[in-house]
């Protein structure tokens, strides 16, 4: 059975059992349960990867029926600036092409397929355009956006708010937009004050100062280097702190240490797991 057809068949009794997918190491019931309106958000990072390929249609789709907060989804831009739903610089980690993003037009990149293999059986899905993910849940999702320099360039900010605006999405704050190039987050906030934003920081490097002074309202850290102090000193400066995790071998042990900190948002590639051990 592949892993979308695991994650469609158990969907319609998250509400009766948070552990019907994946390996579960928190027991039901360890934790008081959370309000949602207090709980802090789960965010699927790239989709429901741990079911289906990542950052495409049904990845996505999986993750909307379990009930999370925000879909992530990582921008990518063309060669003939289309924006498509893309982690890595190139294609040659989840497709059947190689090669880098900028270097092909859209018709191209739909030429290849997003490739993953479970139970020996090859599952594949086109990579989609962020105009196709919008298309598909338009204003039934909330959805948190990762901008970068395109060749070192501001690129996509005004392409994404266009779309954005089109599909009425700021209108209804709908939309939170991060990104580790602070240039590109205040060129967005130029195109469109009121627009959530997010300052990340890579691993290693973030700085306590800079993150309490700049005029984001979300901080986005790895989870490795969050601290109890940090998360408070932001706290006492009205921001919110988001973890994203890079080691899936630990990223199950330290939603849970962080966890005890507080912190206001998980990037997960576990949402079960994640919703169960914040008892939501």
Same mark, same amino acid.
């Given at each position: 059975m592949t892993k979308y057809w695991i994650g469609c068949l158990l969907i319609p009794f998250l509400t009766l059992s948070l552990t019907s997918c994946g390996d579960m190491s928190v027991s039901e019931g360890s934790q008081p349960r959370i309000e949602k309106e207090h709980a802090p958000r789960v965010i699927a990072h790239r989709g429901a990867n741990e079911w289906y390929n990542e950052s495409t249609i049904t990845a996505y789709q999986i993750a909307a029926e379990t009930g999370v907060d925000s879909l992530e989804i990582d921008l990518r831009m063309t060669k003939d600036g289309e924006l498509i739903a893309m982690h890595d610089e190139t294609i040659d980690r989840t497709t059947n092409g190689k090669g880098k993003v900028s270097d092909y037009t859209l018709k191209e990149i739909k030429s290849f397929r997003t490739l993953e293999l479970d139970n020996s059986k090859v599952i594949t899905e086109e990579i989609p355009t962020l105009r196709e993910i919008m298309e598909t849940f338009r204003d039934t999702q909330s959805y948190y956006i990762e901008t970068r320099l395109? +060749?070192?360039?501001? %690129?996509? $900010? $005004? =392409?994404?708010?266009? &779309? &954005?605006?089109?599909? #009425?999405? !700021? +209108?209804? +704050? &709908?939309?939170?937009? #991060?990104?580790? /190039?602070?240039? /590109?987050? !205040? =060129?967005? =906030? %130029?195109?469109?004050?009121?627009?959530?934003?997010?300052? &990340?920081?890579? @691993?290693?490097?973030? /700085?306590?100062? @800079? %993150?309490? $002074?700049?005029?984001?309202?979300?901080i986005g850290i790895e989870s490795t280097d969050v601290t109890q102090k940090i998360v408070n000193e932001l706290h006492k400066k009205g921001k919110e702190v988001h973890v994203y995790f890079i080691d899936k071998q630990t990223q199950k042990e330290e939603q849970q240490r962080v966890m005890e900190y507080q912190v206001d948002g998980y990037f997960t590639d576990y949402i079960h797991f994640t919703k169960e051990i914040l008892a939501i």
């Open positions: 395109v +060749n070192g360039e501001l %690129a996509m $900010e $005004e =392409k994404l708010i266009r &779309l &954005l605006e089109e599909y #009425q999405l !700021l +209108n209804e +704050n &709908l939309v939170t937009i #991060q990104s580790f /190039s602070e240039e /590109s987050l !205040l =060129k967005i =906030k %130029a195109l469109a004050p009121y627009t959530e934003l997010a300052l &990340l920081f890579r @691993k290693g490097s973030f /700085s306590l100062e @800079k %993150a309490r $002074e700049v005029d984001f309202p979300v």
